[in-house]
């Protein structure tokens, strides 16, 4: 596991706006490759752990190059829409159930809709807030967006809406 | 905007992983795994060089995000785009267009 978690180490040398979008996709591609590659041998793994440290350690220099000459708007525009992933462990048919409530919008009540336009708003400008690196920004908008969250989930318990874990904005 | 063609070849790390996104939706480490049998074994990406040219083909709007079933943070697949499609159309031509030249040239020089 040693190697694994210098490969977590390493990935922290990333710029953080890298690191938002990727590092646990590489973590996970990574862990998975090495231990195809463990079972090959100690040679072939090392040979592994080689070409990964390396071309890892590439990637951080051109990546901090591209962060340093490439427009914060190109670079900010591929971040994920935190409203349209699915949060590891919740199974498809909920998220996209949740989804298809919140088609049914005509029939919520005023200030539902409103606190659910709040929630996106706050997660937008919490993503927006990452891109620029403006992380107190962001962690302002992350704590009010949970209070967001608290309000939603009491008007929704209020006009007997029921709370299913999905506020139809995640 | 930088959605434009490109100007100059692509790289091979980039040539491979619009080859493999052309074929269907992948995340990266089923990208390795097929760039790895495209180029039989040659080519073998890191993490470090994948994702590095996967961010890039992303802000060329090259490929995008795709939603899968099994679609979570850790792991994300990408598809080709139009615009990433027809760049692959315009290398794949270009690269044509230079093996018949260079074919021709040896037959010419071997008649």
Known sequence: ?170 | MRNKPASKPLTEPVLLILLSLAEKPRHGYSLMKDIESLSDGRVRLSTGTLYGALRRLLEDLWIERFEQDDTTREKQAYKLTPAGRKQLHAELERMRQLTHAATTRIRTREA
């Open chain 1, 1 to 170: 596991m040693r190697a694994e978690q210098a490969y977590r180490t390493l990935l922290r040398l990333y710029p953080s706006d890298y690191r938002a979008l990727f590092a646990l996709e590489m973590q996970n591609a990574f862990e998975r490759a090495a231990e195809e590659h463990r079972v090959l041998g100690r040679p072939v793994f090392i040979r592994f752990l080689l070409g990964e440290f390396v071309g890892l350690l590439s990637g951080v220099g051109g990546e901090w190059i591209a962060k340093l000459t490439t427009d914060s708007s190109v670079r900010g525009r591929c971040l994920p829409d935190l409203r349209m992933m699915r949060p590891p462990g919740v199974p498809r048919e909920l998220w996209f159930a949740g989804a298809f409530q919140g088609h049914g919008r005509g029939s919520l009540p005023d200030e539902v809709l409103s606190a659910q336009a709040r929630v996106s708003m706050l997660i937008q400008r919490t993503v927006h807030a990452i891109a620029n690196h403006d992380f107190p920004g962001a962690r302002r908008y992350s704590h009010e967006e949970r209070l967001a969250r608290e309000e939603l989930r009491r008007l929704r318990q209020k006009h007997d809406m029921g709370d299913a874990g999905n506020d139809g904005c995640s």
